[in-house]
């Protein structure tokens, strides 16, 4: 399955009463295995759920915890980078070089990597005191 259009689909099922902003995410696994997630608000902000979020849980409750590959869409005038929680959720699963692209409903794609989205991120060898 094309990630482009997991996501595109996926968005559709957006909760998102409040602000009315669908967004979409859709990851490939190592295995080739392709998750999606889309948003969830809640009337308590910010108790909702980003769609890269979704698509990570959705990965992780199936067994896999590598991405090899993201896409994420939505409906607004240029793409939409994931929040900085949603960066550090991908550079969890993802290593630096995995390519992550950012899109419209209109077509508009924007290519860049994990590591380009979280430059400096934060990661399990700054815990390491040996």
């Known amino acids: 399955m094309e990630l482009k ?6 968005r559709e099922n957006a909760y ?3 602000s009315r902003f669908k967004v979409g995410a859709a990851l490939r696994a190592a295995d080739g295995t392709v998750f999606s997630g889309c948003n969830v608000e809640n009337v308590a902000y910010p108790e909702g759920t980003c769609a890269e979020a979704g698509a990570i849980a959705a990965m992780v409750a ?3 915890t590598v991405i090899t590959e993201a896409y994420v869409i939505a409906d607004s005038p240029s793409p939409v980078p994931p ?9 969890e699963f993802a290593a ?6 950012l899109a ?12 380009d989205l979280l430059p400096g991120a934060f990661d399990a060898g700054h815990m390491d005191k040996s």
């Open 5 to 10: 259009d997991a996501a595109h689909a996926v």
């Open 62 to 64: 199936a067994g896999a």
């Open 96 to 101: 630096k070089d995995v390519p992550v692209t």
């Open 16 to 18: 998102a009463p409040y």
């Open 104 to 115: 419209t409903l209109d077509g508009t794609e924007f290519k860049t990597t994990v590591g």
């Open 83 to 91: 929040c900085g929680g949603c960066r550090q959720k991908l550079a």
